[in-house]
């Protein structure tokens, strides 16, 4: 070893034992992280492709399950070729988070025409995409809208790809959680130790936020924190009653005074 590593590496050694003895140089078990970095991605949902979901159609009503099944290898066919052939979903309710309309097509080499409409009752509709004059070739297309209180989404073909019959491998309606989303964790277990400190980066120089479980949340973008309190704590192993009763309504109060300081949302089952 050198004589310029030499020292570096003494001193390493020396902050490491000295973290150690300090209590600071915690090893997590198993069960948590040491840190992490949370990557927020808005969470879509197909209500389509639901079990309580139905698909109609003008002709093939037999097959147009096949457009909602999920399945891009699937398609519905109408009974004939044509304009005016029509594919209708009934979500099964009406929702006001719908933003979104996927349509895949079987045939990707045809310049589909088509409008795409929605209606809370099947009988008004709203036109939320006209590509009734399209003429570029193409597997399918994404249409963003926003319309609440919509239960029925509905493509109609109005002309395209000559006598070959347009077929729709996929029609999804996507609901998602928006840039906008609040962040929240269930964190009862806090509760459980109270005596042992968190750090975003415990093996870091800067260890950034701490030493509490709260500070390393808040830091990370958590707002909200639930709290689930038991009148009778029992071990989930055994059954029997916590000698300390954890999650109970004295130790969530601390728990709950902890999150209030540190200025973040409290929600309690």
Do not use: C
């Not at 909602?68 to 029509?86: E, F, K, L, M």
């Not at 979104?100 to 939320?128: C, L, N, P």
């Not at 808040?218 to 707002?223: Q, T, V, Y």
């Not at 969530?252 to 005074?257: F, I, K, M, P």
Request: hydrophobic share 35%.
């Amino acid at each position: 070893m050198s004589r310029t590593r030499l020292p570096r590496a003494i001193a390493v050694t020396t902050t490491l034992v000295t973290m150690a003895s300090a209590n600071l140089l915690m090893v997590p078990e198993s069960a948590h992280a040491t840190f992490g970095t949370a990557d927020i991605k808005p969470i879509e949902s197909n209500i389509a492709a639901k079990p309580w979901a139905s698909a109609t159609a003008a002709t093939g009503s037999s097959n147009a399950r096949l457009a909602i099944d999920g399945d891009p290898a699937t398609s519905w066919q109408p009974g004939s070729a044509g304009a005016r052939q029509w594919l209708t979903v009934d979500l099964g309710g009406t929702y006001d988070n719908l933003r979104k309309v996927k349509v895949f097509f079987s045939d990707r080499g045809v310049a589909h025409r088509y409008v795409v409409e929605a209606s809370s009752d099947g009988r008004r509709w709203k036109t939320i995409a006209d590509r009734s004059h399209n003429r570029s070739v193409s597997r399918g297309e994404v249409h963003l809208f926003t319309r609440p209180g919509t239960r029925f989404v509905r493509l109609t073909f109005t002309g395209g790809p000559g006598k070959a019959r347009a077929g729709v491998s996929e029609l999804q309606v996507l609901n998602y959680l928006r840039d906008d989303l609040t962040l929240g964790a269930d964190l009862s277990w806090m509760d459980d130790v109270q005596d042992r400190q968190y750090w975003v980066d415990p093996l870091a120089a800067d260890r950034g936020a701490g030493p509490h479980l709260l500070d390393v949340a808040k830091d990370r973008g958590i707002e909200y924190s639930r709290l689930r309190i038991f009148n009778e704590p029992r071990s989930e192993s055994t059954g029997q009653p916590t000698p300390i009763p954890r999650q109970g309504p004295e130790r969530s109060l601390v728990s709950a005074q902890r999150i209030k300081q540190r200025g973040m949302g409290l929600g309690i089952d």
